[in-house]
């Protein structure tokens, strides 16, 4: 067992959604030539809502503190927090200053700052684990049944996702594949971490667009699928693509009611279960 299996033993544990009471809305279900998907509450359960590095780890001190233990770390689990947050804080400052208005981190480099080590096999080792303590996750329901239609059918899918590299890891390790040959096709995977830029910026999904027209498919017959209305729906609405709002799990749903840009925007769908999707590769 490697050391990266070790810590996927220790911290993976079953999650289950839990439900939202919003109805799924599908009357405008078409028959879509390509899927885009976010991450994080969309096609995996996730404890934090989103991608956790930022998170404060007051309730899982505990583990945190063994974490350090082992990594030789003379640092407290609230220390380390207010540590990475600096440390983040201050690259994004610095991007900020360069024009990128929502820009993304490197975590690797964010923690080798932090933890002043640059062993990078090692460095990326805790920052699995840290992850893995602060944001458990675990595959949405129907993600399977999902995957297998669309590739079956041939429809291309690809993912737009605010990321670090274990957000990887982690999707192949559930799909016990790497991410093409679960049915996603590399051409249209954009991940924050190495695209410099994260949502609800305009930059991942207009590079979507632009890949997507290279296989000549248009924006307008692309669905893309996400669980907050400022990150997912309101970027890919203002480049052209057709949206689903996912509500399938009140941790992550994100409907920004009360946020302006997002008071009169609405979905073309909105979607409870990563099932209901299937009847858009054109089998409805």
């Known amino acids: 067992m490697t050391g990266k299996d070790t810590i996927y033993e220790r911290h993976i544990r079953p999650l289950a959604p ?7 809305y599908l ?3 078409d028959r879509f030539s390509a899927m885009l998907f976010d991450v994080y509450g969309t096609l995996l359960i996730s404890r934090a809502g989103d991608i956790g590095y930022d998170r404060e780890p007051t309730k899982v001190a505990n583990r ?4 350090l233990l082992r990594s030789g770390i003379n640092l407290t689990p609230d220390h380390l927090s207010d540590a990475l947050n600096l440390a983040i804080a201050r690259t994004h400052a610095i991007a900020r ?5 929502f820009p993304e981190v490197d975590i690797v480099q964010v923690w080798q700052q932090v933890l002043g080590m640059d062993d990078l096999p090692l460095v990326k080792k805790f920052a699995l684990e840290y992850e893995l303590i602060v944001n458990p996750v675990y595959p949405m ?4 049944q999902l995957l297998i239609g669309f590739k079956n059918r041939k429809i291309p899918m690809g993912i737009i996702s605010n990321a670090q590299f274990y957000t990887v890891d982690v999707l192949e390790r559930f799909l016990g594949a790497t991410l093409e040959r679960g049915g996603f096709d590399h051409r249209l995977l954009f991940f924050s971490w190495r695209e410099g830029h994260a949502k609800p910026s305009t930059v991942m999904f207009k590079r979507a667009k632009e890949a997507l027209l290279g296989l000549g498919i248009p924006a307008g017959s692309v669905l893309v699928v996400g669980n907050d209305m400022r990150n997912d ?7 052209g693509f057709k949206t689903a709002l996912f509500a399938g799990d009140r941790r992550s749903l994100r409907q920004r009611e009360s946020d302006d840009c997002c008071r009169d925007l609405s979905p073309d769908l909105i979607v409870t279960d990563l099932r209901q999707l299937i009847a858009g ?4």
């Open 281 to 284: 590769t054109g089998d409805s």
């Open 18 to 24: 839990i439900a939202t009471g919003v109805s799924p």
């Open 97 to 101: 200053g360069q024009g990128i208005d």
């Open 141 to 144: 329901p129907g993600l399977e």
């Open 64 to 67: 945190l503190r063994h974490l």
């Open 233 to 239: 729906i309101l970027p890919a609405r203002a480049v």
């Open 27 to 29: 009357a405008k279900m």
